[in-house]
């Protein structure tokens, strides 16, 4: 069965840094795209970072510069490096991919805050 863990969230002070893993069971991870959103409270959730299997990854303007998705293909996890981070970044995160049906993840809370 497939399924998506996220880890990694917590509290920092704006111009901090987090790293979020998202694990991964039962998926192609070589042939599946993954792609990271965030859930900000009373928002849409909205679209982070997408990677594609043939390693292009695409960010969100307000992320460019700041954030970095990679994928680890031995041992299946997806990671998300967030710098420089704004209190405008504080939401949930969610891991999510595509196979006939959505899969999400249980999300991973970050909140950035003096």
């Known amino acids: 069965q497939l399924r998506l863990v996220e880890s990694g969230g917590g509290s920092v002070q704006p111009g901090g840094s987090l790293t979020l893993a998202c694990a991964t069971v039962?998926?192609?991870?070589?042939?599946?795209?993954f792609s990271w959103y965030r859930q900000a409270p009373g928002k849409d959730r909205e679209l982070v970072a997408q990677?594609?299997?043939?390693?292009?990854?695409k960010y969100a303007d307000s992320v460019q510069g700041r954030f970095i998705a990679s994928r680890n293909n031995y041992k299946n996890i997806l990671m998300l490096q967030m710098n420089s981070l704004k209190p405008d970044d504080t939401g949930t995160y969610y891991c999510?991919?595509?196979?006939?049906?959505?899969?999400w993840g249980q999300g991973t809370q970050v909140t950035v805050v003096s």
């Open positions: 999510y991919t595509f196979r006939t049906n959505d899969y």
């Open positions: 039962g998926v192609n991870f070589l042939l599946d795209e």
């Open positions: 990677t594609f299997k043939e390693g292009t990854i």
